[in-house]
């Protein structure tokens, strides 16, 4: 079955830091990748997308890349913010029979410290 | 525009009783979604409807149900609560079904004692 697995954390930076969240997944079709956060109390926001292989997801300074070849979809920042604490999850959408199921990795805590 | 609304917010339970969950997607959304999210993981698929249809179930007993109104709100129920239950319930609604990404409400946190 689809599978998504994401780099352990959690990770603490410094403000300005570039931030870089692994993720590589396991889908028999062809997904659509995402990137979700999720800020304290609060329910999950979608954070960018990517629907076919090559695609730049972009939003708030964050980037990733859908990448075939090594099945990841890395997400990366330049520069972060204490504002950026939250937790961050990566997640596939399978296409046909499936396409309302995605499944999410266990999400990376990201603290970012003045 | 509202968001996804769910209710309750918070909710505690006894072991054995039933819960009904309620979810109001974003007007013009036709797809939801139930996701059951236990602390430190990611969510876990429940179920999708999509125009008022099932169209999608994870792997849970069938002791989760649930089910879409002609207005695309929906409910899921849980039957015979087990302590493993304890969980936050997200729903998330979407266009389509799903292929670019969903909307999620702030969930409704359930304890079960």
């Known amino acids: 079955g689809d599978s998504v697995t994401q780099m352990e954390g959690p990770v603490t930076l410094s403000e300005e830091a570039f931030l870089t969240i692994n993720c590589t997944y396991t889908?028999?079709?062809?997904?659509?990748l995402f990137w979700y956060v999720q800020y304290p109390g609060e329910g999950l926001q979608l954070l960018l997308k990517?629907?076919?292989?090559?695609d730049k997801g972009s939003n708030k300074g964050f980037e990733a890349t859908y990448r075939k070849e090594t099945t990841s979809f890395h997400l990366e920042k330049g520069s972060v913010q204490v504002s950026d604490s939250a937790v961050y999850f990566c997640?596939?959408?399978?296409?046909?029979?499936?396409?309302?199921?995605?499944?999410f990795g266990d999400g990376t805590t990201l603290t970012v410290k003045p | 525009d509202a968001g996804v609304t769910q209710s309750p917010t918070h909710l505690i339970k006894t072991r054995g009783q039933h819960v009904t969950l309620r979810c109001s997607p974003i007007?013009?959304?036709?797809?939801v979604s139930w996701y059951q999210q236990v602390l430190g993981q990611g969510p876990q698929f429940i179920f999708q409807?999509?125009?008022?249809?099932?169209?999608g179930r994870g792997n849970f007993p069938d002791r989760f149900s649930a089910r879409q109104f002609p207005n695309y709100s929906s409910e899921l129920n849980v039957n015979a609560l087990l302590l493993g239950d304890s969980a936050l319930y997200l729903c998330?609604?979407?266009?389509?079904?799903?292929?670019?990404?969903?909307?999620f409400g702030s969930g409704t946190r359930l304890t079960v004692v």
């Open positions: 998330a609604s979407s266009l389509g079904q799903g292929r670019f990404g969903y909307t």
């Open positions: 889908a028999t079709g062809y997904p659509s």
């Open positions: 990517a629907t076919k292989a090559d």
């Open positions: 997640a596939l959408s399978d296409r046909g029979t499936n396409a309302g199921k995605s499944t």
């Open positions: 007007s013009g959304h036709k797809s």
């Open positions: 409807y999509y125009e008022k249809e099932e169209r």
